[in-house]
């Protein structure tokens, strides 16, 4: 057992070296990596496995999904991909292959607070007390503002997330950080969701979210109101888990020229990529539109199954 675990570390470490030997000297890696050079050249110069050529498919097909996921996904995500394109391949092989690529996901940033909770507003208790498991759509909104820096100057993003499919249900975009910028973004996911008199929406404590426009117009609309206990992220961890990953994905160190830029890529990034295409980990890998598809379908099946 031993004699064979090693030589599939050995040939594992043969694999690695075969892909980098356009990068490195092979004797320096065949000595970083424990193994001899002419066992190394040994095993390269034997007529390619069958296994080799398939690794060969798999790991042009990886980096082709890899890419267009904008260098983003890790294996689980990949894998995913795969299944849906018909290969028959384990997750650890994936991850083994991406390893010995260099094809990694990108880590998340680090989330920095942009709260104003200092003001005389009347806050609402924490109704929703992390509860971020919600059996249908239009039960659970919680909302929340960014940041984002252009050559411009600052510009603030306040989006709403259904916390069912974690889908972006609203958004907007501006250079101010004012009330009317979370109304927009509300007012858009009303307007598209038109969703029924048992939802709550959750925030933070911030004065937007307080103020007497913003609170009057869940009122209006039969919105129960939850905000975080203060000072703590934790409560809205969903939103500020979505904006971690919208600055990775966006590559947001790299800065905008313009505002206009910035809005075009958040546009695109929402819409088309993050709400239709990105698989969501919490979700089963797919992505936050396909869960609700699904989840809707599921519901009309049973609906009929019911009613027969």
């Not at 973004?185 to 007497?212: C, I, N, V």
Request: glycine letters at 6%.
């Amino acid at each position: 057992m031993h004699q064979r675990l090693l030589r599939e570390e050995q040939l594992e470490e043969f694999a690695v070296i075969e892909a980098k030997k356009n990068e490195f000297p092979v004797s320096l890696m065949c000595k970083a990596l424990g193994v001899s050079k002419s066992g190394f050249y040994a095993w390269s110069s034997r007529p390619e496995s069958a296994r080799s050529k398939e690794n060969k498919v798999l790991v042009a097909e990886i980096e082709r999904l890899h890419e267009a996921s904008r260098r983003t996904y890790g294996s689980p995500r990949i894998h995913a991909d795969l299944e849906d394109q018909g290969f028959e391949v384990s997750r650890n092989r994936v991850a083994r292959l991406m390893r010995e690529n260099g094809i990694r996901a990108r880590g998340k940033r680090r989330f920095r607070k942009t709260t104003d909770s200092d003001h005389d507003h009347r806050v609402a208790p924490n109704f929703l007390a992390r509860n971020f498991e919600v059996a249908a759509p239009n039960k659970v909104w919680a909302g929340d503002i960014t940041y984002l820096w252009t050559s411009e100057g600052w510009t603030y993003l306040a989006v709403i997330l259904d916390l069912f499919p974690r889908k972006v249900v609203g958004w907007a975009l501006a250079d101010h950080m004012r009330t009317d910028l979370v109304l927009e973004a509300l007012l858009k996911a009303l307007r598209d969701r038109l969703p029924g008199d048992d939802l709550m929406h959750h925030s933070d404590r911030g004065s937007q979210y307080a103020s007497d426009d913003y609170r009057a117009t869940l009122d209006a609309h039969g919105i129960e109101c939850s905000m975080s206990r203060k000072g703590d992220c934790w409560d809205n961890a969903v939103v500020e888990s979505f904006f971690g990953t919208l600055k990775t994905e966006l590559d947001a160190e790299d800065y905008w020229e313009t505002r206009s830029e910035a809005r075009y890529d958040v546009f695109e990034y929402i819409e088309v990529f993050y709400n239709r295409q990105r698989r969501h980990s919490y979700l089963g890998y797919v992505s936050p539109a396909r869960f609700e598809a699904e989840a809707e379908e599921k519901t009309i099946s049973i609906s009929r199954g019911d009613a027969a």
